[in-house]
């Protein structure tokens, strides 16, 4: 059947089956359907929706455009998705935490674009570590590691790459049901037993309380029918999660996370969470209480540090890059203090300003061309209810000169608003478990 037909149908309010959806994917990744057609039909889906069993049909279609990595491994294969944020660094301490539980974790995860960090930009800092290794590389490196954190080939998920381009040129970025298929896509283009999805709501997120639960709903609904275990937490994105932001910064602060130098609280809640979920979902953890245990038997242990140290070499990175970060994380020349110019305590966060005084460092990028220095951004952030003034800074800011440090301590302090200490919120606002809509 001809795309144009297909897309018709759906301008009209119709669904179209499994079998010509994986015709439409496969037309768009040939270049039979053209970019005009792929457009057509992401309009149609903005405007019109799809129902669970379609949209799990398009995942699907979206997945088979290509590759899908089939694993002969003695545990399960689980992974985490988060939506983003600022200061979440959470992949770098939890794939080797599941990792040292049993699990193997094939991460696919991707670069940072607008005001959010991306996780393969944040592994960039380290250096030597390939991010893009040929499948037997990450086989290998999953098989001996146990974790391997990389980015999308191109023969993974390509239908994708290609609707993503479009939709991110005709104002359609924000369908629910496309953004379903295009994260499930490329996770279950990784072969799958399990996933837990990490769905951020607030300032320093892209989606609001309520677009959030629309999203997590969809995404463990979608993820389920295909055949993939699938969980969500909606989690506080009000204030970074931690206390770093910046891609260097950020490995320095997973690094003393993995060693037990200093975890920041959010951020350990977070990832004990999410943890604790994905060992449950995956079998191996009676339930969640059983595999927050696990979790932080893992820690306390040391196991996770030490399989972090195993995926970095195995990808070749520094063998050292835990005991020794130091001297292979690169250092921004100016550091600074950023104290308030008032007394009190941290009332509010501006996430999202947050994240954009990194890019205006040069921490991150605005559009997918843009070059990033990982040395710059913040760390020793102050959270909501922290005290401030006087020798106690809102945090520090690493730049590449005199001038960028004072336009960042500008912004910094600008995203921070100090007055009375707000009652304590919850960080995990919401489980949206594998029976949902089911």
């Not at 040929?134 to 391997?148: F, I, K, Q, T, Y």
């Not at 060992?279 to 196991?303: I, P, Q, V």
């Not at 941290?346 to 559009?367: E, F, N, Q, S, T």
């Amino acid at each position: 059947m001809r795309p144009q037909t297909l897309i018709a149908r759906k301008r009209d309010g119709g669904a179209l089956s499994a079998s010509e959806l994986s015709a439409l994917m496969a037309a768009l990744v040939s270049g039979e359907a053209t970019a005009a057609q792929g457009a057509a039909f992401a309009m149609a889906v903005l405007l019109r929706g799809m129902g669970a069993e379609e949209r799990a049909a398009l995942t699907l279609a979206m997945r088979d455009s290509g590759r899908v990595m089939r694993w002969s491994l003695p545990g399960p294969v689980v992974d985490k998705h988060s939506t983003g944020g600022v200061g979440d660094n959470v992949s770098l301490m939890l794939a080797p935490a599941l990792a040292a539980c049993g699990a193997y974790v094939p991460m696919i995860s991707g670069r940072g674009l607008g005001h959010t960090g991306g996780t393969l930009d944040k592994l960039s800092a380290i250096p030597g570590y390939n991010a893009a290794p040929d499948p037997e590389a990450l086989r290998a490196a999953v098989a001996s590691a146990g974790c391997a954190i990389v980015g999308q080939t191109a023969d993974l998920a390509p239908a994708d790459r290609v609707l993503y381009a479009i939709r991110d040129e005709t104002g359609t970025v924000e369908s629910i049901d496309l953004i379903t298929a295009s994260i499930l896509s490329k996770k279950l283009a990784a072969g799958l037993d399990a996933l837990v999805m990490d769905v951020k709501a607030g300032s320093g997120a892209f989606m609001d309380g309520a677009e959030a639960e629309a999203l997590a709903v969809s995404l463990v609904e979608t993820g389920n029918g295909a055949g993939c275990r699938t969980s969500a937490l909606i989690t506080d994105m009000n204030e970074p999660l931690a206390s770093a932001a910046g891609n260097a910064l950020e490995v320095e602060n997973a690094a003393a996370f993995l060693t037990g130098e200093r975890r920041d609280p959010r951020l350990l809640e977070v990832t004990l969470a999410l943890g604790a979920e994905a060992l449950a979902l995956s079998g191996l953890a009676a339930d969640a209480a059983e595999g927050r245990t696990r979790m932080e038997g893992a820690f306390a242990s040391g196991a996770a540090a030490e399989r972090f140290g195993r995926m970095v070499a195995a990808l070749g990175g520094p063998a050292d890059i835990l005991e020794r970060r130091g001297a292979h994380l690169a250092a921004a020349p100016v550091v600074r203090d950023v104290e308030p110019a008032e007394t009190g305590f941290v009332a509010a966060v501006d996430g999202r300003a947050l994240g954009l005084a990194v890019i205006g460092l040069g921490g991150g990028r605005m559009k997918a061309s843009d070059r990033i220095d990982l040395r710059v951004g913040f760390d020793r952030l102050a959270g909501i209810g922290f005290p401030v003034g006087p020798g106690a800074p809102l945090g520090r800011v690493h730049a590449a000169d005199e001038a960028a440090a004072e336009a960042g301590a500008r912004a910094l302090a600008a995203s921070f608003r100090i007055g009375e200490a707000p009652p304590t919120r919850p960080l995990i606002l919401k489980r949206i478990g594998p029976e949902a809509g089911l």
